[in-house]
Nanobody, 123 residues
Framework: QVQLVESGGGSVQAGGSLRLSCAAP??????MGWGRQVSGKEREGVAA????????YYDGSVKGRFTISQDKAKNMIFLQMTGLKPEDTGTYYC??????????????????WGQGTQVNVAS
């Protein structure tokens, strides 16, 4: 059974920063990432990292503001979020799963999602 443990959510003012962490003990899928679900919308992929190469991908709405990184030794990933906007408010999930030939976003959407951590951005 996949085990993903997220932490680091919270409440900030617009323009603020938060850092999310995800521990994935025992997980060996190459692709890990972050997804989110904001009010009134379906789940979406936010960022992904391929652990073997360190290659990263971002949704256009967060590119330049969010940074995904990893600690390979601890099998952890992180999401540094800066310049947060009210529309970033939602539940953020750590995601992992087998790599899809259809790209990182599909890989995340078809993967296993953790329990989630709430991010609230006030205007």
């Amino acid at each position: 059974q996949v085990q993903l443990v997220e932490s680091g959510g919270g409440s900030v003012q617009a323009g603020g920063s938060l850092r999310l962490s995800c521990a994935a003990p025992g997980e060996r899928y190459n692709c890990m990432g972050w997804g989110r679900q904001v009010s009134g919308k379906e789940r979406e992929g936010v960022a992904a990292i391929y652990k073997d190469t360190g290659t990263t991908y971002y949704d256009g709405s967060v590119k330049g503001r969010f940074t995904i990184s990893q600690d390979k030794a601890k099998n952890m990933i992180f999401l540094q979020m800066t310049g947060l906007k009210p529309e970033d408010t939602g539940t953020y999930y750590c995601v992992t799963g087998p790599t899809s030939g259809e790209g990182w976003n599909i890989t995340l959407l078809r993967g296993t999602w953790g329990q989630g951590t709430q991010v609230n951005v006030a205007s």
